[in-house]
C-alpha cells in the first residue's frame, strides 16, 4: 500500500518540469548504455567474424548481426510467430541456443498464501476501530488506485487476495496493469518475461493458468479472478525485458518512471502488487534517510532482503520531504517478514 502527502498544484507543476528534465538525462544515458551493450554483444563479434571470414575467403556475417535494432526493443531478437510469441527467445550472437522463458503462474502454495491474504483482509474490515493495523488494511481496500505487475503470478495473487476486500467487481472498478512494476530480470531467470499482450491475451492466460491451479475447475477459476476489469493501456506492446538481464541503468530507468506515476496519480491511497527482488529495489532506492536514522537495523534489512511471499508493506511518500528518496516510512503489516 503506498500512501501519499499532498502536494500543491504550483509544487506539483515545478515537479512535473524537473521530472520532464530528468527523464530526459536518463533516457540519453540509457541510450547510450544499451549502444554499448548492443556493441558488446553484437556489433564486435559480428567485426571479429567478418575479420576471420575476409582472411578465410568467406562471405560477411548477415547485415542483422551489424544493423542496431529498434530501440524499442533492446537486445532481443525480432518476436516469434504469434503462437510462440514470448514462449522462445533467443539470445546473443548466432549460433546460440535459445532459451526458453516461461511467466510462471503461481502454485498451490501460492494460491493458499493469496486466499489467506484475502481472508485477513475481509477479517480487518470488522475489526475494532482501535485496531490500528485493522485501520491501514481498510485504507488498502478502500484505495481508489489498484497497480499490479503484468506478469501471471502477480495478477492472480492481486485478483484472489483483493478481488473481494476492494470491491474490484463493482462498476468503475478496474486493475491497471504496471509493466513498470514487474519483476527485475537477472541472469538466468527464467521466470520475469511476458506472453501476452493486450487485455485479451493476458486474460485467456490468466483464465487458463488459473484454471489449472484450480485443478481445472474453470467455474472455481471464474469465481477466483473473473469479472474485473484490466485497463491494459501500458501492455498493447511488448512490455517485457528481452535481453539476458536488465541493467542497472534500466531497473533505474523502471523505478525513477513509476515513482513519477506515483507522484502525479490524483488518488492519496494506491495499492501495488509486485515482486520481492524489484520491491527491494525500490527501498534501495527511495528510503529517505530518515528511516535510517530512526531505526539503522530495520533500514538496512530493507535495503538487503525481501518481503515474505504474499507480504503486505505501507509504504508513506512525502515528496514535499523529498523529490529523490520520498519514502518516509515503511511499516509490514499481515503478519510480513523480511526473509534473505
Partial sequence: MLEKSRVGHAKRMQQLAAYALRQAKHEQALEQARFEEYEKHFVQPATEEYENRSQAGQQSPTAAAARRPDESLGLAQPAKPEAERGARVSFGGA???PVTEVDHPLNMLGREQAEGLAQKLAQAASAPAADSEAAMLRDLCGAKLILCSPLTRALQTCLIALGHACNLRSPGRYVHLAPNAREKRNHG?????GCAIGEAEVRARLMQTTAELYEGDADAASRAVGGIELEDLEVRQRWWCTSPAESELEVHQRLAEFVR???YASEETIVLVGHSHWIRELLREYLHESVG????????RL?????????VAR???????SDETPITDVQLLCGTGLVK
Fill in 95 to 97: 549460433g546460440d541456443s
Fill in 189 to 193: 531467470a527464467v521466470d520475469s518475461i
Fill in 261 to 263: 506515476q506515483i507522484q
Fill in 293 to 300: 536514522r530512526r531505526d539503522p537495523e530495520f533500514a538496512k
Fill in 303 to 311: 535495503a538487503s532482503r525481501k518481503l515474505s511471499n504474499c507480504g
Fill in 315 to 321: 509504504l508513506a511518500f512525502d515528496f514535499d520531504e
